[in-house]
C-alpha cells in the first residue's frame, strides 16, 4: 500500500555501539537496512551511513579511557520529509566549527566532520559533561516507496520503541522549547533601568527550573575587574564573600572558569574542595560554573547546581549531572543575560553622561554669570571683549572694573581644568577681585592675595590659574601690569614703532604658596592698542591641525590694529581673523579675548 | 586483498572495504610489497562499496609514497558511492581515475 506522502507515523530506530571500531559497519549495515524499509533511495542511504559511521568512528576514537565502557548512542528518526541522526557520544566534546573547510589536499585526515557537514542539510553539536550529542538531518529528495507490511508485533513493537525514543527527545527538545520561550518572555520584559537585578533573579529562578537544578549563583565582575562579586543568589546562604581575581590563593571551580574562559564542572564532594567558597556553603552539590564575556572582557560567572546525597557514587570523571540539552540551555541564557547586563550598563553609562551634560550646563551657566553684561564707560578709553567656548565648559574668563574715577582694571584669566570645578574657580577669583577694592589699583598685590586664597584649594585638586591684571589709566596714558603665569599682552602705542608683547614674571596661581608677582608700568602716549587674550587664541587649530601660533598672532596685531579706530574694530578683525584660521574647523579650546583703544571721541 | 607486480606497477585488487578497521593495516601490506621499481599504485576499486575518511587518508598516503617516486596512484572502476566520496572531499583531481 502506498503511503501517502506526510501523513505516516514517523519511524525510529535507537542502537547502542560498543566502544570498538570493529562494531561500527555492522551497526551502520543495521542503520542502513532501516532506511531501506523506510523507503530511502540509494542516495540517501549512501549519504546516511557515511555522516554516521564518520560520527560513531569519531566518538569511539576520541572517547577517554574512562568512558570506554559506555556504548555510543545511535538513534534515527525517519519521517516523509526528513531522515534524522542523534548519536550520544562519551568524548570530552569539541568546539563545533563555524566553518566546514577541507584540509590541503595532501592531508591524510581531518575530513571526518566535513563529509558529515556535507552530506547533511542540518547539523550541530550539543556539549554537555560527560555525554554530548550530534545531531544531524537530511531532508528527503522523494516521496518513500512502497514499505512492505510488519507483522502486528513487529509494529506493536516498533510503535512502543518509537514512543520512547520520541518521548526522550521531546523532553530535550521541550528544554530547548522552555529556554526559548524563557528568553522572550524576558526579552518582552528587558531589565527596567536599575532593575537588572530583579531581572537576573527571575530569569535565574526559571533557568534551575528548566534544568532541574537546585541552586543558582551569578556573579558579576566589579568595574575595576579585580574581584568576582555576587549579583544574584537563588538563596541568602549564597550570598558569598566576593572572589578576588588577581590573588594567588587557591583556585576555586568559579575562578577557574573565570581565568580559564571555559565552563568547569565540579562535585563538593571531591576531596579539597571543601576551601571552595561554594563546597563550603552546599558541602554535597554537582554543578557546573559558566563565565560569560562581552567581546574579550569577562562580565561574570554563572554557577548552577544541583544536591547530591553524600553517600552516592563520586565518580567526577563521568558524572552527568545536567544533560547536553540541558548544559546547552544554561549556557543559551547565560549568553542572553550577558547581553542583558552589557545593555544595563550601557543605560548606566547613559545616565551618567547625562548627568554630565546637566553638570556641564551648570557650569555653562556660572561661566556665563562671570561675564560682565556691560563692559563699564571709562571716559578716554574703548573696551571690547570677546568670548566663545568651545565644546566642553572651561576656566576662562574676563573683567573689566573700574578702580576710580578714571581708571579701569582689566582682568583676563585661564583656569586650567573643565567643568564644574574650572567655572566654581574662576567664580571664587572674581569675587576675589572685586571683594578687594582697596588694593584694585596694585594688581600685584591683587594676584599675591589671590594666590594666597586660593593655593589650597587649587593645590588639592592639581588645578591652577593663569591671569593677566592690566590697570589702565586713560588720565595718566599709563598700563600697570601684573602677570600670574599668562600668555603675553600685546601693545602698540605711538611712542614707539611696532608693538611689545608683555608679561611680567610671575608664576601662575595655585603653584607656589606665599609668592609675589612682579608689576611693570608703561606709558602708553596718545594712541594706543591692546590685547588681552587667552591662549585658545594662539593654539587655535586650522582643519589640518596646525596652531595659529604666537607669531602669527603677533604679525596679525602689527599689520593690523593699526588701522583699526575703535576697540570693536580690533575685535571684528580679530574675529574674522580667527573664522579665516580655524576654516569649517571648530574650536578646540575657549577663545576669550579683550581690546581696548584710546577713545580718540572724549 | 591481492597484490600483483606488473613491471614498474604494483596492482592491488580485492579490496571490499578501506575504513577506519583496516586503513593502517591496508597502506602498511602495499607499502611493504612495492619493490624498488615500482613507482605507480593501481587499485581496482571495482569491489570497494565502503569507503570512509580514514580510507582516504590511506589513499592520500600511497599517493605521497607514489609521487616520492615520481609515480601516480590509479584508481580503478570505482563504485558510484567510493566516486561520490571522492568527489565530495574534492580529491578526483590528485588521482588518476578509470572508470572504464
Not at chain 1, 564542572?265 to 564575556?293: K, M
Request: glycine share 6%.
Amino acid at each position: 500500500m502506498n503511503r501517502p506522502r506526510g501523513t505516516s507515523r514517523p519511524a525510529v530506530l535507537r542502537l547502542t555501539v560498543p566502544c570498538d571500531l570493529a562494531e561500527v559497519r555492522p551497526r551502520s549495515q543495521e542503520v542502513g537496512a532501516f532506511l531501506a524499509a523506510q523507503g530511502c533511495d540509494e542516495n540517501e542511504l549512501m549519504s546516511c551511513s557515511l555522516a554516521l559511521v564518520e560520527a560513531v568512528n569519531n566518538a569511539i576514537r576520541y572517547a577517554p579511557p574512562e568512558a570506554q565502557g559506555q556504548p555510543v548512542i545511535i538513534e534515527a528518526l525517519t519521517t516523509d520529509q526528513t531522515i534524522e541522526f542523534r548519536v550520544t557520544d562519551h568524548t570530552a566534546g569539541f568546539d563545533w566549527p563555524q566553518e566546514f573547510n577541507l584540509p590541503p589536499q595532501d592531508s591524510e585526515s581531518g575530513r571526518g566532520l566535513y563529509l558529515i557537514h556535507t552530506l547533511s542539510h542540518e547539523a550541530n553539536y550539543l556539549r554537555g559533561r560527560g555525554q554530548n550529542v550530534l545531531h544531524f538531518l537530511r531532508r528527503r529528495s522523494s516521496a518513500p516507496l512502497d514499505v512492505p507490511s510488519n507483522t502486528p508485533e513487529e509494529v506493536r513493537l516498533q510503535l512502543a520503541e518509537n514512543d520512547r525514543v520520541i518521548t526522550q527527545m521531546v523532553e530535550e527538545l521541550s528544554s530547548c522549547y522552555e529556554s526559548l520561550a524563557s528568553i522572550f518572555r524576558h526579552s518582552r520584559t528587558s531589565p527596567e533601568p536599575g532593575r537588572l537585578q530583579t531581572f537576573a533573579q527571575s530569569l535565574l529562578e526559571e533557568l534551575t527550573q528548566i534544568v532541574g537544578a537546585d541552586w543558582f549563583l551569578l556573579r558579576l565582575a566589579s568595574e575595576d575587574h579585580a574581584q568576582l562579586d555576587v549579583f544574584a543568589a537563588s538563596d541568602v546562604s549564597l550570598h558569598l564573600a566576593p572572589l578576588p581575581l588577581m590573588s594567588s590563593q587557591h583556585i576555586c571551580a568559579e575562578l577557574e572558569a573565570a581565568l580559564t574562559r571555559q565552563e568547569v564542572w565540579f562535585d563538593t564532594r571531591t576531596p579539597g574542595s571543601t576551601i571552595d567558597p561554594i563546597a563550603r556553603a552546599r558541602p554535597a552539590t554537582q554543578g557546573v560554573v559558566h563565565p560569560f564575556y562581552a567581546g574579550e572582557i569577562l562580565l561574570g560567572t554563572l554557577t548552577v547546581g544541583r544536591s547530591v546525597s553524600q553517600s552516592s557514587v563520586l565518580d567526577p570523571q563521568t558524572a552527568t549531572v545536567f544533560t547536553a540539552g540541558q548544559a546547552s540551555v544554561i549556557r543559551t541564557l547565560t549568553d542572553f543575560l550577558a547581553i542583558q547586563v552589557v545593555n544595563a550598563r550601557q543605560h548606566e553609562e547613559h545616565i551618567h553622561a547625562h548627568a554630565l551634560a546637566r553638570e556641564l550646563e551648570i557650569a555653562n551657566e556660572i561661566q556665563r554669570s562671570l561675564v560682565p553684561k556691560n563692559l563699564p564707560h571709562v571716559p578716554g578709553l574703548d573696551l571690547a571683549a570677546h568670548s566663545e567656548n568651545a565644546r566642553l565648559v572651561g576656566g576662562d574668563f574676563y573683567d573689566a572694573i573700574r578702580t576710580g574715577d578714571s581708571s579701569v582694571l582689566l582682568v583676563v584669566a585661564d583656569v586650567m581644568g573643565k567643568g564644574v570645578p574650572a567655572a566654581m574657580f574662576a567664580a571664587i577669583l572674581r569675587t576675589s577681585l572685586r571683594a578687594a577694592p582697596e588694593v584694585l589699583q596694585h594688581p600685584a598685590e591683587l594676584l599675591r592675595r589671590a594666590n594666597n586664597l586660593l593655593f589650597d584649594e587649587l593645590s588639592t585638586v592639581d588645578m591652577f590659574i593663569t591671569a593677566h591684571l592690566a590697570l589702565v589709566d586713560p588720565r595718566t596714558r599709563s598700563l600697570t601690569l601684573a602677570t600670574a603665569g599668562h600668555c603675553p599682552l600685546l601693545v602698540s602705542t605711538d611712542r614707539a614703532p611696532g608693538f611689545a608683547a608683555l608679561a611680567s614674571e610671575g608664576l601662575p596661581l595655585g603653584i607656589k604658596r606665599d609668592t609675589t608677582f612682579p608689576e611693570q608700568t608703561l606709558e602708553l602716549g596718545e594712541s594706543y592698542r591692546l590685547l588681552l587674550y587667552t591662549d585658545g587664541l594662539s593654539e587655535a587649530l586650522d582643519e589640518n591641525g596646525a596652531r595659529y601660533g604666537q607669531e602669527n598672532l603677533e604679525c596679525w596685531f602689527a599689520a593690523t590694529v593699526g588701522n583699526c579706530r575703535t576697540a570693536d574694530e580690533v575685535r571684528s578683525a580679530l574675529i574674522q581673523e580667527m573664522q579665516r584660521h580655524c576654516g569649517q574647523r571648530s574650536l578646540n579650546d575657549d577663545l576669550t579675548f579683550l581690546t581696548v583703544t584710546n577713545n580718540p571721541e572724549t | 586483498m591481492k597484490l600483483e607486480a606488473h613491471g614498474d606497477i604494483l596492482r592491488v585488487t580485492g579490496l571490499k572495504e578501506l575504513d577506519v578497521t583496516n586503513s593502517t593495516e591496508v597502506c602498511a601490506s602495499i607499502r611493504a610489497a612495492l619493490n624498488p621499481a615500482q613507482k605507480n599504485i593501481e587499485i581496482d576499486l571495482a569491489q570497494m562499496n565502503y569507503l570512509d575518511s580514514s580510507g582516504l587518508g590511506t589513499l592520500i598516503a600511497l599517493h605521497k609514497t607514489a609521487c616520492s617516486r615520481e609515480g601516480v596512484v590509479r584508481l580503478l572502476h570505482p563504485v558510484p558511492a567510493v566516486q561520490e566520496v571522492l568527489k565530495l572531499t574534492r580529491l578526483g583531481r590528485i588521482f588518476e581515475i578509470s572508470k572504464a
